[in-house]
Structure formats: C-alpha cells, structure tokens
C-alpha cells in the first residue's frame, strides 16, 4: 500500500481514533501503523504530529518511538482506558492551541511539551478521565517528542504535566 498526502495545508496534525489496547489500535497493530506513519511523514514534512485517541495505545514505547522515526516531532496518547468525550475535550483543547501557535514550537522539546501543557492546564489534573489505576488526567496522558534538529524520541510527559498543573 503506499501513502500519499497530497492536501494545500502548510500544516497537519494526524488524528487516529479507534478502540484500542496496548499493542492495537483498533484491528490494527499499533507498531505497524505508526511505522506507516513515520513513511508517510518522512515524504511529507507537513505532518506536525500525531494524536492517538485510543485507549491504553499510549503505553506502548515501541510503537510511539517508531511514529517519530518520520518526519513528525511529536505523539500524544493515553496510558489508560478513557471515555470518549472526556478524551475529546482534551483533543479540542490540545488542537486549539496548535492552531494559534505557529509552526516553530516543533523547534525543540520543551517549546512541544509546553505547548500541549498550555491545552491541558484548563482540566483538573484530578479529573478521572480513565478505568484502572490511576484513573487520573495527569496519569492518564503521554507525550513523546522528537525536536526538529534532533534524531530520537525522548519522553516529556512529566515536562507537560508539570507545566500544565
């Protein structure tokens, strides 16, 4: 299958909504998708980032590593089983702020981390958002990040979260 993103947009963000688990999304495997997706943003240096609205995907390292091995600095997900509207708020809210911001915040890591924290920061951190062990907004988020100039993923949930409660 090849993949090919031909829109007039300057920027894009991907969103990928479906049922999910540690290791799928929806029927899909969770690394052999975003490994789609790092080929297909490795042609398009459009794509800004990606939001994985699925539950628990978030927890999986290898697949979140391997979706910034493209052309995108950023993956936001979950690390627990969250409900569809709470999880799109926060989306809408996350998205809302990418829009106003300009396209330079994916220069470097914590200019990303502090731009979501800047979405996440008008929720309670103590919202119960997710099922299981700490059900918590602040437990039930990720963010992994790859700066413009560099060439690996590095983990900055704890910046986010910090910056945003």
């Not at 991907?14 to 690394?31: C, D, P, R, W």
């Not at 790092?38 to 390292?61: F, N, P, Q, T």
């Not at 200019?111 to 997710?130: M, S």
């Amino acid at each position: 299958m090849e993949w090919a993103v031909t829109v007039p947009e300057k920027r894009i963000i991907l969103y990928i909504g479906e049922h999910g688990s540690t290791k799928k999304i929806g029927n899909s495997h969770a690394l052999t998708l975003m490994k789609k997706v790092a080929e297909m943003s490795r042609d398009c240096s459009k794509i800004e980032g990606v939001i994985l609205s699925s539950c628990l995907v978030g927890s999986h390292d290898d697949a979140l590593e391997a979706g910034l091995k493209g052309g995108a600095h950023w993956v936001f997900g979950y690390t627990r089983s969250v409900d569809f509207i709470g999880s799109a708020q926060v989306e809408s809210s996350i998205l809302a702020t990418i829009a106003r911001s300009g396209s330079d915040y994916v220069d470097d890591e914590h200019q990303i981390a502090a731009l979501f924290a800047e979405g996440l920061k008008r929720f309670n951190p103590d919202w119960t958002i997710g099922d299981g062990a700490k059900p918590e907004l602040r437990n039930a988020v990720r963010l992994v990040v790859r700066g413009k100039h560099k060439k690996t993923a590095c983990e900055a949930t704890e910046v986010m979260t910090q910056l945003a409660w």
